[in-house]
């Protein structure tokens, strides 16, 4: 049987790190050891305040649909949360409870593009984004950023690649894979230039809350005519729960709410009664000495990396990502994730998971594993070189 | 601030019922009891051997993404469910896991429809089909159906509609608002009729299990090359849990995985972990003892119904809904359930959230409550007549 794709399947990439996956399970099968440093999510567990608030719910057995937006309770929270960490002021009414932050991004691009609308998009960065605006007929146009500019693009950038078919512009702060920030000023600059335009302004502010030597922040301080992407996965440590949340500009709440309807019907209810509790002080306590945990590995790990050969231009300063340039190692990032894997357990992602940039050059390197298994991976660097 | 909105969201409706339902907790909050009988999930809580299940599971905190397909150990599982208690053979590869049945049909929609490709949809039908039909470019054309055949559309039909455009139709049994079924015969003709014009069917088995007088069925017994999608939701009694499943053409699952990847990441994690606890014959009994109730409240509140003037010409045989013609009663639908709401405190809902096709002539009345309270109900609706 020959199946009847549509063409948008063809321009849709897989994550290309299950490859190097399945070979890591393979070889783990074989009894070998590998160090994942390939991982996307915080390794800790669901802090327990979540998963007791998710217990006494799940006693009820009542697990029934929500409001297709979400609890109104939830809504209420992240919206004191906004005002009481950020000082900002975001109406619990703009915000819409989603499926991860990818049904948030999928609800924000349903909602804003038509065919051939084009989306501006920072290269490298998170693949799905760019997949999400193919898959309702937009079209992502890569700005290709690099270390000149902390891997974030510049008004100039956008003004330069504006097109009459131009949609609007997704950034992420912090960014992955880059670990980059864009602070309040360069945000700014890039919503005037974006708004000029007549465009709008997509921000991803999944990585709020890990930064390191630097406060998190968020751009619903200032405006609250952009889009605002978040997530219970990375900070809150929620990942499998699968929730985040979209903050929208007013005029569009309504339409959203349709397509929350129909998408999605609403968000996982045990997941929205376990995010009741992300916010109380005792689970900010748990987060902070998480969010310290990074910062000390982060620490440990780029030095050391550097020291290594690996070239780290632009100091990543948020979420648990460093995006090495190994190009005094190797000439294809993807040949050197392989040999990594195969001569010395080491698992990383290549560059070609992030765009078309540079990808054979760079090699995304996750710290989300225990320091001393970063150490280990780095002793095991060494050898490779040896 | 005026949204730039995409062109699909002047095309998209919201469930209309909501409105119903927000006057219909104003009363609640005056004081006034209002039976529901709009609400289209069940009633129970969800059955204790998967609270238990996913408390097991969070006790372990480790509640991180899974394979974006979904638990092998789920998808061997719902294999295994189909073998045993339908005599169908479907290989655990074909069967992907997803975040509701929205999620599935979305998967499936996305991998198959380009923009302008037509899907031929039975009207009345369940609302969201043809929405997500249109969020990713498709062109949904009804099939009015009606009584005389079942509210089920016809190979004749299907052949009369299609044109060169026509990607395929989407069926479901028991249909949402009717209740009614397809049996193996008329799946088959239809089939043929599909795939004689190179098209693709899907069908709609997200009320499987929940069928009175009459064995559950899937088509998956005789065809391998249809996509079909099924949920917890229903049967299962997990609606708030957001679990469902797709089982695709083994040559389109390749193509599925990379677009649940980046729509989805991974299905619910503790909704997967609970999900594993639904096939036990523990939990089947509990199931089975409430399909006979609902086969009760069928056998009650039809001819209840039925003697107040409402015409149910085809016998509803699956679901747990009637698809009630009120021209004996009322000119209006919508009108009809505001004054059943307003002067007797009974929520149903009006034909318009399911199509085009005489939507003011029907209501749908939903028998997701306890037998006293349709009695009740019934005895209300008396009342409004009198």
């Given at each position: 049987?020959?199946?009847?794709?549509?063409?948008?399947?063809?321009?849709?990439?897989?994550?290309?790190?299950?490859?190097?996956?399945?070979?890591?399970?393979?070889?783990?099968?074989?009894?070998?050891?590998?160090?994942?440093?390939?991982?996307?999510?915080?390794?800790?567990?669901?802090?327990?305040?979540?998963?007791?608030?998710?217990?006494?719910?799940?006693?009820?057995?009542?697990?029934?649909?929500?409001?297709?937006?979400?609890?109104?309770?939830?809504?209420?929270?992240?919206?004191r949360f906004y005002h009481d960490r950020f000082g900002a002021d975001v109406a619990p009414e703009r915000i819409i409870v989603t499926p991860g932050a990818s049904g948030a991004l999928m609800l924000a691009l349903?909602?804003?593009?038509?065919?051939?609308?084009?989306?501006?998009?920072?290269?490298?960065?998170?693949?799905?984004?760019?997949?999400?605006?193919?898959?309702?007929?937009?079209v992502a146009r890569a700005l290709p950023v690099n270390a000149d500019t902390r891997f974030q693009p510049t008004p100039a950038q956008v003004g330069g690649a504006w097109t009459p078919r131009t949609r609007g512009?997704?950034?992420?702060?912090?960014?992955?894979?880059?670990?980059?920030?864009?602070?309040?000023?360069?945000?700014?600059?890039?919503?005037?230039?974006?708004?000029?335009?007549?465009?709008?302004?997509?921000?991803?502010?999944?990585?709020?809350?890990?930064?390191?030597?630097?406060?998190?922040?968020?751009?619903?301080?200032?405006?609250?005519?952009?889009?605002?992407?978040?997530?219970?996965?990375?900070?809150?440590?929620?990942?499998?729960?699968?929730?985040?949340?979209?903050?929208?500009?007013?005029?569009?709440?309504?339409?959203?709410?349709?397509?929350?309807?129909?998408?999605?019907?609403?968000?996982?209810?045990?997941?929205?009664?376990?995010?009741?509790?992300?916010?109380?002080?005792?689970?900010?306590?748990?987060?902070?000495?998480?969010?310290?945990?990074?910062?000390?590995?982060?620490?440990?790990?780029?030095?050391?990396?550097?020291?290594?050969?690996?070239?780290?231009?632009?100091?990543?300063?948020?979420?648990?990502?460093?995006?090495?340039?190994?190009?005094?190692?190797?000439?294809?990032?993807?040949?050197?994730?392989?040999?990594?894997?195969?001569?010395?357990?080491?698992?990383?992602?290549?560059?070609?998971?992030?765009?078309?940039?540079?990808?054979?050059?760079?090699?995304?390197?996750?710290?989300?594993?225990?320091?001393?298994?970063?150490?280990?991976?780095?002793?095991?660097?060494?050898?490779?070189?040896?």
């Amino acid at each position: 049987m020959t199946p009847h794709l549509a063409r948008r399947t063809a321009d849709i990439q897989p994550f290309h790190v299950m490859e190097l996956l399945r070979r890591a399970r393979e070889l783990e099968a074989q009894g070998r050891d590998i160090i994942h440093m390939e991982v996307g999510e915080p390794d800790f567990p669901t802090p327990q305040p979540m998963i007791d608030a998710a217990t006494r719910f799940l006693t009820s057995g009542d697990v029934h649909y929500t409001a297709a937006l979400g609890l109104p309770q939830l809504r209420e929270a992240i919206a004191r949360f906004y005002h009481d960490r950020f000082g900002a002021d975001v109406a619990p009414e703009r915000i819409i409870v989603t499926p991860g932050a990818s049904g948030a991004l999928m609800l924000a691009l349903a909602a804003t593009t038509d065919p051939g609308d084009e989306w501006l998009l920072p290269d490298p960065g998170y693949p799905s984004n760019r997949h999400i605006v193919r898959s309702f007929e937009g079209v992502a146009r890569a700005l290709p950023v690099n270390a000149d500019t902390r891997f974030q693009p510049t008004p100039a950038q956008v003004g330069g690649a504006w097109t009459p078919r131009t949609r609007g512009l997704i950034v992420a702060t912090p960014s992955n894979p880059t670990g980059t920030l864009l602070d309040a000023a360069e945000l700014a600059a890039l919503r005037a230039a974006v708004l000029a335009r007549g465009g709008t302004l997509i921000v991803d502010e999944i990585y709020q809350g890990l930064t390191y030597g630097v406060d998190s922040s968020t751009v619903l301080r200032s405006m609250d005519d952009v889009f605002v992407v978040n997530s219970f996965s990375k900070y809150f440590g929620m990942t499998g729960w699968r929730l985040g949340w979209l903050v929208a500009p007013s005029a569009y709440v309504r339409e959203i709410e349709k397509l929350a309807q129909h998408f999605f019907i609403s968000p996982s209810t045990p997941a929205q009664h376990a995010a009741l509790a992300a916010f109380a002080p005792s689970t900010i306590d748990i987060l902070e000495a998480r969010r310290n945990e990074f910062a000390t590995r982060r620490d440990t790990l780029l030095p050391a990396l550097r020291q290594q050969g690996f070239i780290v231009a632009a100091e990543p300063q948020g979420a648990f990502y460093i995006y090495a340039d190994i190009s005094q190692l190797a000439a294809d990032s993807e040949q050197f994730a392989q040999r990594l894997i195969e001569e010395v357990g080491v698992a990383a992602t290549p560059g070609l998971d992030f765009g078309d940039n540079q990808p054979r050059r760079h090699l995304r390197i996750a710290y989300t594993n225990r320091q001393e298994r970063l150490l280990e991976a780095v002793e095991r660097l060494a050898r490779l070189r040896a």
